[in-house]
């Protein structure tokens, strides 16, 4: 799941439109236009979004804003996720068992499980309504099951960099 997420990612980085800017000035940038992705616009979401009222006139603006930002700081989000699932992937024991991490380690996984939990969260299209359980014929049956694990690992991996 990790490597899905980095691999998503490198795709949309792949895609950013090409800036001659950039080669002048060194200032990366990234896509101006938010994924299509649904899992995408997940990991990578606007910046700021319209508040509930929705003021019609301020889209354009917030539009405007939001691709600035978007352009601007893309480049770093996705650095900074690729290399917090590539602390995991390297932390972790090829063949399982137990695994001892350092508190910078530690605050990589939750970074990197966070984002695998919201990925597979969207593929799975998990809501505030969505049940425990599901009957064991939807298709989402199996991956349910692992989406709580990750839950479950977000919040000991918190617990435990809290010290609680």
Known sequence: MVQSVVTMLDERENVSPHDELEELTGM?????????NSVLGRLLPDFHRADAEGVEEKSDEMAGLNSALRSLNEPQIIEAKRGVASVLLETLPPEGGKVSLSPEQADAWVTAVNDARLAL?????????????????????????????????????VTAVMGD
Request: overall charge negative; glycine content about 6%.
């Open 121 to 157: 969260g969207t593929m799975l299209e998990i809501s505030d309504e969505t049940p425990e359980e599901i009957d064991p014929n939807d298709p989402r049956a199996p991956q349910l099951g692992v989406y709580h694990w990750l839950t479950w690992m977000q919040d000991s991996l």
């Open 28 to 36: 990366r940038t990234g896509s101006a236009s938010p994924p299509e």
